[in-house]
């Protein structure tokens, strides 16, 4: 099987993909040791998928084209995997790459403005080293945290079918199985809202019924973690004013203060 450390040449057709990649590296430096194996391989999995035809296609194709502004960058045009500290107690969960962005950099919520948002805020909760993620050598570090999108691979207009969804779903499943830790899940929009609570039904510890409606700040108490809304940290968002920085502080001081309540193992 071809990982990520022993890529196909000339996968993506007249494209410039990095070759190499510093996910397993990455991940078993942060935590050595068994979770830290286990996360990367993985990762390394999750790194080689192909299942989805569209978004294969989609995702090789725009790391080809690029952006203007990225002309000279090699895009990674492939599943962006979570990334994080494997003890993590908080998860961060998004809805996919952006095109430019973690499609771009191979590093989730790394290289786009949502990513600037989202990390500032965990640094400012204590859960990053640093404010900024623009590269996956730019040595950002997260404590206590582990982010992910709920679909891997970059989507046409951000928008991946259900099919897509749920074919992505399991290596979160997976992830979850790995960081036994986790005490709560920080879903950012509705769309990581659902694709959590069907992993926590996978998980055999599904959501409330009725079904709680999504918000911001909305926590939901189940038998795995607690699941905590919070408006995602797009562009339309933040600059609408929906969003805004105090507001995403509240979330993730209440995420810190809900792992700390919470015992381990529950
Ligand atoms: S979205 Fe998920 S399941 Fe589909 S190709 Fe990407 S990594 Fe594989």
Redesign the pocket.
């Known amino acids: 099987m071809r990982t990520a450390q022993d890529p196909s040449p000339g996968e993506i057709k007249g494209g410039s993909v990095r070759g190499v990649s510093p996910y397993d590296r990455r991940v078993t430096d942060q935590t050595p040791g068994q979770v830290g194996e286990s996360l990367a391989a993985l990762t390394a999995e ?1 790194t080689a ?4 035809p569209r ?2 296609e989609w ?1 090789e194709q725009v790391a080809v084209e690029k952006r203007a502004a990225f002309r000279d960058q090699e895009y990674w045009g492939r ?1 962006a995997p979570g990334f994080g500290d494997p003890a993590a107690r908080v998860l961060v969960a998004g809805l ?1 790459p952006a095109a430019h962005g973690a499609n771009r950099t191979g590093r989730v919520f790394t290289g786009d403005r949502s990513g600037d948002w989202l990390f500032a805020a965990m640094h400012r909760a204590g859960l990053a080293n640093q404010p900024t993620s623009v590269a996956v050598d730019d040595g950002l570090r997260l404590t206590d945290a582990y982010v992910v999108a709920a ?3 970059a989507p046409p207009e951000n928008k ?1 079918t259900t099919e ?1 969804r749920d ?2 779903l399991p ?1 979160l499943v997976r992830e979850l199985e790995l960081l036994a830790e986790v005490q709560v899940v920080v879903v950012l929009g509705n769309f990581a809202y659902d694709a959590v609570g069907r992993v926590l039904a996978a998980l055999g510890s599904p959501l409330p019924r009725p079904k709680p409606r999504f918000g911001h700040g909305v926590e939901v108490p189940t038998a795995r973690f607690t699941v905590l809304g919070c408006f995602h940290p797009s562009q339309q968002n933040t600059f609408t004013g929906k969003l805004t920085a105090p507001m995403l502080d509240d979330v993730f001081r209440r995420a810190r203060e809900l792992a700390d309540e919470l015992p381990s193992g529950r």
């Open positions: 999750i998928c192909r299942a989805c978004l294969v995702r599943p996919a679909v891997r691979c991946p897509e074919r992505c290596y």
